[in-house]
T-cell receptor, first 114, second 110 residues
């Protein structure tokens, strides 16, 4: 299993600013992912964080808006850039140890943009 | 395409059984999961079933899989107030990508 620490747990931000969310896993994992969870909706995969290379983004998400870093096997960051109220959501970091493996999740970052 | 659907709400009395249902569309799904999310927390894996199984039991939890109808259910026996949470059905189609349903909010009345 893996324990994932995510911070900040919540933030209130002004329109036009950027927020970086950090995700730390307590063991080496193969895959790290970033999800968005909007109220009453399913989790939407933003991107797969690749170690040492550019993240792989899902349709509808772009690097300029959601830059992602993964400098090593246990750490990743997601930045929400040039925020607008539509970016208000919960952002979740997750990780798995391999193909077909179950996902472990951080506790999420509740973001509110004013 | 890939899609996972589940009802949004379920209300039960404490001590009764809860049954949460889910349908999925991708017949190549290899693993199907149930995750639980409590308020202010991330998702926690409750149980999972491999696609070549039709039932799995784990203490109070029973998972039933009808692969022909692409239907998955989670039964919680003797439901307690602590079981109140959002339950997500999810499928993995053999790669690294997991597709989630919208979640079923379970209310347990004392």
């Amino acid at each position: 299993s893996a324990v994932i620490s995510q911070k900040p747990s919540r933030d209130i931000c002004q329109r036009g600013t950027s927020l970086t969310i950090q995700c730390q896993v307590d063991s080496q994992v193969t895959m790290m992912f970033w999800y968005r969870q909007q109220p009453g909706q399913s989790l939407t995969l933003i991107a797969t964080a690749n170690q040492g290379s550019e993240a792989t983004y899902e349709s509808g998400f772009v690097i300029d808006k959601f830059p992602i870093s993964r400098p090593n096997l246990t750490f990743s960051t997601l930045t929400v850039s040039n925020m607008s109220p539509e970016d208000s959501s919960i952002y979740l970091c997750s990780a798995s140890t391999g193909l077909n493996e179950k996902l472990f999740f951080g506790s999420g970052t509740q973001l509110s943009v004013l | 395409g890939e899609d996972v659907e589940q009802s949004l709400f379920l209300s039960v009395r404490e001590g009764d059984s809860s049954v949460i249902n889910c349908t999925y569309t991708d017949s190549s799904s290899t693993y199907l999961y149930w995750y639980k999310q409590e308020p202010g927390a991330g998702l926690q894996l409750l149980t999972y079933i491999f696609s070549n199984m039709d039932m799995k039991q784990d203490q109070r939890l029973t998972v039933l899989l009808n692969k022909k109808d692409k239907h998955l259910s989670l039964r919680i026996a003797d439901t307690q107030t602590g079981d109140s949470a959002i339950y997500f059905c999810a499928e993995n189609t053999g790669g690294f990508k997991t597709i989630f349903g919208a979640g079923t909010r379970l209310f347990v009345k004392a």
